[in-house]
């Protein structure tokens, strides 16, 4: 069974940062990407960034480039999203997905002075 648990989400203010982590179980793909996606009720879901297994290929949206950097420990199976510079604009819900198949349970990132 697939399982991708998020965690470090929180409150910060303007000009902040926040790592986020995303455990993953229970996969055995050989080649795949894996994102971190938000939701906000007004815009709803945003594909923030990914990661591509193998090679390391990545993407960010236009909105984050230069602020946040996506990363993989392949031997703890974690996923990392580290957002520096954060805006209240990227406050949201945040979520790791391998393609889309599989989601976490989302972790709540707040950026409000």
């Known amino acids: 069974q697939v399982q991708l648990v998020e965690s470090g989400g929180g409150l910060v203010q303007p000009g902040g940062s926040l790592r986020l982590s995303c455990a993953v179980s229970?996969?055995?793909?050989?080649?795949?990407?894996m994102y971190w996606v938000r939701h906000t009720p007004g815009k709803g879901l945003e594909w923030v960034s990914g990661?591509?297994?193998?090679?390391?290929?990545?993407y960010y949206r236009d909105s984050v480039k230069g602020r946040f950097t996506i990363s993989r420990d392949d031997t703890t199976n974690l996923l990392y999203l580290q957002m520096n510079n954060l805006k209240p604009e990227d406050t949201a819900l945040y979520y790791c997905?391998?393609?889309?198949?599989?989601w976490g349970q989302g972790a709540q990132v707040t950026v409000s002075s």
């Open positions: 990661i591509y297994t193998p090679g390391g290929g990545t």
């Open positions: 229970g996969f055995t793909w050989t080649t795949y990407w």
């Open positions: 997905t391998i393609q889309g198949d599989f």
